[in-house]
Each structure stands twice: as structure tokens, then as C-alpha cells.
């Protein structure tokens, strides 16, 4: 067996061996610490909360109000692709916390991501595609302007897209083998209630409930039109019936059937004082 003085003396002399073993150590031992790291770390991805609604509704102020824990944002662009922030809060039903102090070390705090998405009609398909696939989606946050709510043609696109939003998620909650998740609750914040021509929240409901009613009608009616077979309609209309299938209105309760829950509740962000607390602590209990 060599002495220590020989294995040095081999080392210390210039060879190809040594080399070798040299580059081995060198190069060998980054990549070896790497996988001896990857191995003991878990990273864990935080639920997430989906920003969803029309354009110019203040779903990016509200997330960068949320962000700054209470400094209102003179100014938001309109998003052109989805933007993430983690933020905590309080899992404490006890400490019922606002969003200005979601950074305290104090108490038990859960992360989660909340997801901006853009609500120009053609970017849309981008937010639904987050909605089909998202995996720990935990809940949806749909933003309205209900200053401009009582114009048809503000309230048409909204409740349109909020109608294929809900039938998305009571697909979800209804289907079966490995599509099949946890029903998703929906939140609609009623937003600009700082401002006169804003709708009060219930007038909100009641509003998107009618116009909801009456796409789910005239989708009924167009199916039934478009020379669909006898024996294939009936199922592909409930399939794309919203809600109690063959009812003749529309109203949020009727999620509850697929376990989904729906609020309306009012709020404002741009306003001297925005008033968003309501909306932090729906979002709180739920993640």
C-alpha cells in the first residue's frame, strides 16, 4: 500500500491521471452537489386565485393594490398577458386581517399566487385556457365595473363572458375519471362603487342574472336550429346549459347544485380610500 508521501508526490507530479482526476473533481463535484440538493429540497407550488372579467373592470389595479398592501396605483395598463404576484394571508379565522397587512410576521399565514389575466376579447382565450387547466386553482375573482353596468352594451359582453366562466367551472365540477376536480368557488366583485352611476350589488346580481338568462336561452334556441339530430341534442344541450338544466331563469343559487358557490360583493379601488377589504377576506377563507 502506497504511503501518504507517495500519493502526494504521485499527485504533485504533472501526469495525465492526474489531470483526469483533476477535471473529474472539478466538473464531477457541481453537478453531484446539485442532485444531492434537488433531492432534499420540495418545491411546492402555492394555490392560486384567478383574476377573470371585461377590460377596464380594475382587475390589474386590484392586483397591484393588493401587491402594494394599500398604496393605490395612479395608473394600470391594460394587461396583454397574464401576470402573477404571491402574496400571504391569514389562515387565522380569529384575526380577520385586510390586505395592508398581509406581510406581518405575526400569526399563521398561507401563500398563493394571485393571476391577472387580460379581458380584451381576443386575449380571452388565454384566461379560459387558465382556467381548464390550472390544478390548484382555489378560487375566481370575476371583476365587473358596475358604474357602466346599467349599458347594454357594457352588460352584454360581461355577462357573456361570465356565463362561459361559470359553465366552465360546472364542468369541472362535473366531470368524471382524471378531468374530474374540486369545485371552485366564484367571487363577483362589484367594482367603481365610489362612483355615482354605480349599480348597488344587488342590482348587480340581479342584472347579470337576467342577461345570463337570456343567453342561456337564445344558446338553447340556436342549438335547436342548427339541424342538430334528434337523438344528439338532448345531451349536447344540457351539456352546455348553464345552471337547474331546463329552467327558465337564471340565478347564481342554482350553482350550488354542482357545489359552487357564488357571491356578489361591493367594492372599489380607485378611490381615495378604495374599499377592497371585503374581497381580501373572501379570497383569505378560501386559500
Do not use: C
Not at 382565450?125 to 381548464?132: F, T
Not at 345552471?243 to 359552487?260: A, L, N, T, V
Not at 377592497?276 to 383569505?284: Q, S
Amino acid at each position: 500500500m502506497p504511503t501518504f508521501a507517495q500519493v502526494v508526490a504521485f499527485l504533485m507530479t504533472p501526469s495525465w491521471p492526474v489531470v483526469i482526476l483533476g477535471l473529474v473533481i472539478v466538473l464531477g463535484a457541481p453537478v453531484l452537489l446539485h442532485i444531492l440538493l434537488s433531492r432534499s429540497v420540495t418545491y411546492i407550488v402555492p394555490p392560486s386565485v384567478l383574476l377573470l372579467g371585461p377590460r377596464n373592470a380594475g382587475k390589474t389595479t386590484l392586483q397591484t393594490l393588493y401587491e402594494r398592501g394599500g398604496q393605490v396605483p395612479s395608473a394600470t395598463h391594460t394587461s396583454q398577458s397574464s401576470q402573477s404576484v404571491e402574496l400571504n394571508a391569514s389562515t387565522d379565522a380569529a384575526r380577520k386581517t385586510t390586505y395592508r397587512n398581509h406581510d406581518e410576521s405575526d400569526g399563521t399565514y398561507t401563500k398563493f399566487l394571485l393571476v391577472d389575466t387580460p379581458g380584451h376579447g381576443k386575449l380571452r382565450n388565454s384566461a379560459m385556457g387558465k382556467l381548464r387547466r390550472a390544478e390548484k386553482l382555489r378560487a375566481v375573482v370575476f371583476v365587473v365595473d358596475a358604474a357602466a353596468l346599467g349599458e347594454h352594451d357594457v352588460l352584454a359582453p360581461t355577462a357573456q363572458y361570465l356565463h362561459d366562466v361559470l359553465l366552465s367551472l360546472q364542468r369541472r365540477a362535473t366531470a368524471t375519471g382524471k378531468e374530474k376536480r374540486q369545485s371552485v368557488p366564484l367571487l363577483v366583485a362589484a367594482n367603481k362603487m365610489d362612483l355615482f352611476t354605480a349599480l348597488p350589488a344587488g342590482m348587480v346580481r340581479a342584472s347579470l342574472e337576467a342577461e345570463i338568462s337570456r343567453i342561456r336561452a337564445s344558446r338553447s334556441k340556436g342549438l335547436l336550429d342548427s339541424g342538430v339530430g334528434a337523438d344528439d341534442i338532448g345531451s349536447e344541450e344540457q351539456d352546455g346549459w348553464l345552471g337547474e338544466y331546463g329552467s327558465d331563469k337564471f340565478e347564481f343559487k342554482q350553482m350550488h347544485e354542482f357545489d359552487i358557490e357564488v357571491d356578489v360583493l361591493p367594492g372599489s379601488v380607485m378611490a381615495e380610500e378604495p374599499d377592497a377589504d371585503k374581497w381580501w377576506w373572501w379570497i383569505a377563507q378560501r386559500v
